[in-house]
């Protein structure tokens, strides 16, 4: 997990920090920011895209990271109910997305603190999504850690080049950060 240096003037398109996958995430890391709670995606970051299976090795990692935080959530935009079977194998609850609450906008992440009830600074949004995730966990007030996409995107993704469009973005403002 790499540490980038935002300012007060980075772009919310910024995470705090960039990892390779959920495994590369280190909670100690996050706790020692402050954060007491995580709030996972679930699509391309948790399990495969529509998948419901999290990976044995992912598993086991995250239930030994939990020792460095009070609690976790799955905050994904995914509208069917098998989120419940990804929820039941991490043993963390579904922070529910509906028509006007839908990730990046504000108020689903203000469901994100009302469930925990706590300060968006003590939250760390993880996701593979660089407009939902951390676009939005940014201008929320979150923590963000990015982290890259686990597996083939949906359909949809794939034809608007979701990913091209994210590469652009983050180089440029990488560069942005490397100059100051
Ligand atoms: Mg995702």
Redesign the pocket.
Known sequence: MRELKRQQSTSSFVPDFMATSLVDVDFKVLKDRGVRYVAI?????LVRYRSTKIAPKVKTYLDKQKQFIDDWCIA?NRVTNNLDIISKALNAPVVPTGILARKPRQRYFRRITNHFQADPGQIAMI???LL??VWGGNRAGMVTVWVE?LGDDGLHDRMIRVRDWEQRIIKRRLSQIDEQ
């Open positions: 995606d679930a699509d391309s970051t994904s996701g593979d999504k939902a995730d996409h």
